[in-house]
């Protein structure tokens, strides 16, 4: 171990070691003590150092951080000499496993940083490498604005014209990171570097900038952390961590007719159970190697990577947390959930090879996924006692406590509730959420105030801004949490059915990233699978499933009351009180594209969706059916958007249209099966009653967003009585007696049939010539025909979307 300096000056200086990088490109000229250096003082192509020293100087004031900062190109003229190489040798090591050579020389002050999602490719597939410059990102912060945080094709991200954009970005980070301390903690800076360095490049003079600026210090930081504490000749452990058995624990039910009554802040609260449990391991793993938050590389949907030192230390620690948590679980949940461990020592030379290290570590950890529990001390004591089927759990199935109670539903029920009004999530010890019978320290709690005791970090959910006075550390994340919460009421399901057009059913909307463990292993160009490049990728997945999601939520919903003004453009929708029989709930639902309601009215806003679970690269979304349609269609039109439109990265989905009063595991079951179908029928597709669709059109066959726009114009012609809902359910009886028999068929051939099968075309003709009533306009026969003839083959989402809509009308 290195003794010069301790870990934490190492891990922060190593984080900030080209912080200059943003200052000097903002425009700052450093103190005047660094303004007199020369090349020789700070090492060739270092000229960042002294602005990164003089950032060190201002905002930390330790003289040990700013020493190993200047020197980290020149480590032999620092005061610390063993701990500057360890920040220059984790900085060269971290830059040439991330860069590679442009062709020409860049402009740091301008260059854009580049998109990752461009760059993915997969054999068999089309080439998309040809677009790579064509996708940028502005200069903004983190937010979860479209606007700020999408990729854009916009050519000039940093232009001038309205002053330097790094200046701007720089003054509101430099208010910030004073505000937050002298210095701030690790993880509190570690936030700040992520929310203003996030979508700026790293390196663009010689290297092509597709690495930003936090991916580069993060990663930085994680293998200085390692060479500090190094052992062995290989000073490296990759720490690869996984839930098994997620969905049989959420899902899973032990009788669902009699766990109905609030099932859905169940499921949500079991998810979110699963993503502390493995956030605490972590956590423990990395608390028991003395090492970082940077040392977490991702932690997303029950799987986490770490980079640890490697000693016999850690190896110990590793070992131990991971059959302490594994023997609680065989002994709580009967081996149906397990956390696989695999880890892999590896060398400053392997670590150069990261997609062959990642490679290696999951065919480890495949192998341990059979061996479950094979570490875990074996239990010799009694057991087996019958139970009368009275003393379980209805919906976990484990037995009682003494006053009729399950603790473990009752800490998801917890939770879940607790999720729908959270903004904040405090991290310590002795809080509500806990995990001591795992062995694990760490405590959770979900709060709306950032109240919490000394000692306990404050992470706030779903905003960039964090800070809060009088709390040490503080952070942000991404979390899926959109309820249809009113006031101090969460809807039920029977509630949202209500709020749907025509029928009253919900929607079940379940769906994930096609392909992402081959996308994620070797999508990237082999040269480029650096650990930098594939964090990246991970955490804009999880941006996008955990944090944009909730800005897409806010498109869809009702409101608790209007003013008389705005309530012209709306429509009223009472919903029965289940706990005030006759004394319904009055909403309002937007009906007018044209307009938007006023501010004051907008504060009344009560979303329609009910996210069950979001990260990673999936989601399950429940709502009226009809909303969840239309949030499928634009779900996919954003992701597409977000991906930079890349064939070789897309979406499949499945969607159940239910009845509320069915049991949500039976509904959530449903929608998995038409998402495996989709998944078993090509992918980049979404099943909706029965049928196997493309999201967009492909030749002759028709995609679910034009299917989705010919079901809302056929919509429109029921309610301007242009046509009958009769004539609707005609049109449908005819589409069965044609292509019902289609579906066991291989898609392919399907399409030909549709195409081919022309012997409803007489018949239909003869429909619309009799039953369109063109009300005095002569193109209305022709306008429905139009609408309806080119799609009839696939007319069973836009027919039964009709159907639907229009009941009771």
């Known amino acids: 171990m290195n003794t010069e300096c301790n870990v934490d000056q190492i891990a922060l200086a190593a984080l900030l070691h080209d912080i200059g990088k943003f200052s000097y490109r903002a425009g700052v000229r450093p103190d005047s003590q660094y303004n007199v250096l020369s090349k020789e003082d700070f090492g060739r192509n270092g000229a960042h150092a002294k602005w990164s020293a003089d950032f060190v100087r201002a905002y930390v004031n330790d003289p040990v951080v700013e020493d190993l900062v200047l020197h980290h190109h020149l480590p032999e003229r620092a005061r610390y000499h063993a701990s500057s190489r360890i920040i220059r040798d984790a900085d060269h090591l971290s830059s040439a496993v991330d860069r590679k050579p442009r062709e020409g020389k860049g402009d740091p002050r301008h260059d854009p940083l580049i998109s990752v999602f461009p760059s993915v490719q997969l054999s068999g597939m089309h ?67 992520r929310k203003y360095t996030s979508l700026i490049p790293s390196a663009t003079y010689v290297n092509v900038p597709d690495i930003s600026l936090y991916d580069h210090a993060k990663t930085t930081a994680a293998l200085a952390v390692c060479l500090h504490f190094r052992e062995k000749a290989s000073p490296f452990l990759l720490v690869q961590g996984r839930l098994s058995g997620i969905q049989s624990f959420i899902f899973g039910v032990a009788t669902p007719q009699d766990a109905r009554k609030g099932m859905a802040k169940r499921l949500r609260g079991r998810s979110f159970w699963l993503n502390l449990l493995a956030d605490a391991t972590a956590r423990e793993m990395v608390e028991a190697a003395d090492a970082t938050e940077a040392n977490i590389l991702w932690n997303t949907g029950g799987n986490f990577l770490l980079l640890l030192p490697n000693t016999s230390r850690v190896h110990d620690a590793v070992g131990q947390i991971t059959r ?23 060398s400053r030379e392997e670590m150069k090879d990261f997609p062959s290290l990642l490679d290696h570590l999951n065919a480890i950890v495949g192998r341990k996924k059979f061996q479950k529990f094979i570490d875990c001390d074996p239990l010799f004591r009694a057991h087996g006692r019958v139970y009368e089927i009275a003393d379980l759990c209805p919906v976990c199935g484990l037995p009682l406590t003494p006053n009729g109670t399950c603790a473990e539903c009752r800490t998801h029920e917890a939770l879940g509730a607790a999720i729908a009004r959270a903004r904040y999530l405090l991290r310590g010890t002795g809080l509500r959420f806990a995990f001591d019978e795992f062995g694990l320290s760490t405590t959770y709690d979900l709060t709306e105030g950032p109240d919490c005791s000394p000692g306990e970090a404050v992470i706030t959910i779903n905003s960039t801004e964090f800070l809060i006075d009088g709390v040490e550390e503080t952070g942000f994340m991404y ?58 990728l991970s955490t804009r997945f999880q941006y996008f499933f955990a944090g944009y999601l909730t800005t897409l939520c806010q498109e869809f919903g009702v409101y608790r009351r209007l003013c008389p003004e705005c309530r012209e453009h709306a429509q009223k929708i009472e919903v029965p009180d289940s706990d005030r029989p006759g004394d319904p709930a009055v909403f309002y639902t937007w009906i007018d594209s044209e307009a938007e309601p006023c501010p004051e009215c907008k504060k009344h806003f009560v979303p329609s969706l009910y996210v069950i679970y979001s990260g990673g690269d ?55 099966r038409s998402l495996q179908r989709a998944k078993k029928d090509g992918r980049n597709r979404v099943v909706i009653f029965g049928e196997s669709l493309r999201w967009e059109d492909n030749g002759y066959e028709k995609g679910f967003s034009t299917l989705m726009d010919s079901g809302l114009a056929l919509e429109t012609y029921v309610d301007e009585q242009i046509v009958s809902r009769s004539f609707v359910h ?40 009799g039953n369109v009533r063109t009300n005095g306009k002569p193109r209305t026969r022709d306008e429905v025909e139009r609408a309806i003839v080119p799609i009839f083959g696939w007319a069973r989402l836009p027919l039964l979307w009709t159907i639907l809509r229009t009941r009771g009308v």
């Open 730 to 769: 005609t049109l449908n009886d005819l589409w069965e007696d044609t292509f019902a028999d289609l579906g066991e068929r291989p898609l392919d051939k399907q399409c030909l049939e549709r195409i081919r099968r022309k012997r409803y075309l007489p018949y239909l003709k003869y429909q619309v010539a």
């Open 479 to 536: 979390l899926g949490n959109t309820v249809p919460l009113s006031g101090t009421r969460i809807l039920t399901l029977s509630d949202l059915a209500y709020l749907a057009t025509g029928d009253r059913k919900i929607g079940v909307f379940k769906a994930d990233v096609d392909r992402l463990g081959r996308i994620m292993a070797a999508g990237l160009p082999k040269d480029d699978r650096s650990i930098s490049r594939i964090y990246t």
């Open 324 to 346: 302490k948590i594994n023997t609680t679980l065989l002994q709580k949940n009967g081996g149906s959930l397990s956390l696989v461990v695999g880890s892999l020592p590896c």
């Open 618 to 672: 999936d989601l399950l979304v429940l709502g009226p059916w009809d909303h969840i349609l239309r949030f499928a269609q634009r779900f996919h039109d954003e992701f597409t958007c977000y991906v930079c439109a890349n064939p070789a990265i897309t979406l499949s989905a499945g969607i159940a249209v239910v009845p509320p009063q069915l049991p949500v595991s039976i509904a959530v079951e449903e929608a998995e």
């Open 127 to 193: 080439d998309h490498s040809e677009s790579l410059y064509q996708w940028n990102h502005l200069l903004r912060p983190l937010t979860l604005e479209r606007e700020d945080t999408f990729p854009t094709r916009e050519s000039h991200a940093t232009s001038y014209k309205e002053g330097n954009p790094y200046r701007n970005l720089w003054d509101h980070f430099v208010r910030e990171f004073e505000t937050a301390g002298h210095p701030p903690t690790f993880g509190t800076a570690l936030a700040l570097l």
